[in-house]
């Protein structure tokens, strides 16, 4: 108490009104969350996140010719900080995220809403910014790692957006869900300073707590756009690669893809699934490593199980022969069932292998 009345006194002295000197202690040790007024990349980055991190802070005055351009102000989605059970239950390690006032954020966030939110399985945290230049059009890609429930050691999954996939995303779920996207925030698009550390620093926090609220509601969780979002870039890129022979390229986001999948649910069907193992499967084998290649078709067999037949079931089937033999395991079962299919005339002889299956699947 005395110290404040000492503070009014020095400002009173200064000049300053009693209102401005009342309200500078409490601003200064309660400050507005959605506010961020550091300039500096590095200030900005450490009230966000530990890793967050900005490639450029330069062109302030520069427009934007892409769609990443916003008009008004940026508001932050209601409710500070991403939600998520484990960010509650175990903070996460300091080399992962060194800002505890954000753990703070999280876990409010979560206290108030475990009401009227499902409890969510996953978190999102942008681990980096980078203004990427590609004449005419410049923009901003935002890495965001992917966390999800499992060993604390284990790699995160990755994905890279921009700000136009964001919004496409909220535009098409704004469209088919109009109820629970209402309460759901997203920054706006502005016309100048889309390359600030500051508007960088904004958006990474708005697209952070975004796609925790939207997996928070499950209506919206098991969204096919929603899932599109995640998945459907890396396997379209990890198909590319795989038809021009980049298959160590290509085995990197095969498994990244195959590691969203299974953090994120397939509640739309295996064939996305089948399709990721198909590739896995395909670089390993190219990569010679048999092992892992069986592997893959094993998994993909159980996915399978005894459902009707699935235009990958005979190629799997082929490939889990072919590797059996050459590492000299048994593989008298995978034979039969496809000598099974074969004489029911449910698959050519011999069935096309993955990789022609995989360069002829069309995503989309």
Request: net charge negative.
């Amino acid at each position: 108490m005395a110290s404040r009345l000492l503070h009014r006194l020095r400002h009173a002295l200064a000049g300053d009104s009693p209102g401005e000197a009342a309200a500078g202690p409490e601003a200064e040790q309660f400050p507005e969350s959605s506010e961020l007024e550091d300039d500096d990349a590095e200030g900005l980055s450490s009230r966000l996140s530990g890793t967050l991190s900005f490639t450029s802070a330069e062109d302030e005055e520069e427009e934007d010719d892409e769609d990443d351009g916003e008009i008004g102000p940026d508001p932050l989605p209601a409710g500070d900080g991403a939600s998520g059970e484990d960010a509650e239950r175990s903070p996460p390690p300091d080399g992962q995220r060194g800002s505890q006032p954000l753990t703070r954020q999280l876990q409010d966030f979560w206290k108030k809403s475990r009401n009227t939110l499902v409890p969510q399985r996953l978190l999102f945290e942008v681990t980096s910014a980078n203004v990427v230049k590609d004449p005419p059009s410049k923009y901003v890609l935002y890495t965001l790692a992917v966390m999800g429930p499992g060993p604390p050691d284990r790699q995160p999954a990755q994905i890279s957006r921009r700000y136009s996939d964001f919004e496409r995303l909220h535009r098409n779920l704004q469209r088919q869900f109009r109820g629970p996207m209402a309460a759901i925030s997203f920054p706006r698009k502005r016309l100048r300073r889309n390359f600030t550390a500051e508007t960088i620093a904004r958006r990474s926090r708005a697209f952070e707590q975004f796609l925790s609220h939207l997996q928070a509601v499950p209506e919206l969780r098991h969204a096919p756009d929603l899932q599109d979002f995640f998945v459907l870039p890396e396997l379209r890129r990890a198909q590319s690669l795989t038809c021009t022979g980049l298959y160590r390229e290509a085995l990197a986001l095969w498994a990244n893809a195959w590691q969203l999948q299974t953090q994120l649910g397939t509640p739309s069907g295996p064939d996305r699934p089948l399709l990721t193992l198909a590739g896995l499967a395909v670089c390993h084998q190219e990569l010679e490593d048999p092992g892992e290649a069986r592997a893959c078709c094993e998994r993909a067999l159980r996915l399978l199980g005894d459902k009707n037949p699935h235009p990958l079931l005979a190629p799997f089937l082929e490939a889990h022969v072919r590797l059996s033999w050459r590492l000299g395991l048994d593989k008298r079962q995978s034979e039969a069932r496809l000598q099974a299919l074969q004489e029911a005339g449910l698959t050519p002889t011999p069935p096309p292998s993955l990789k022609e299956l995989l360069i002829k699947e069309v995503l989309d």
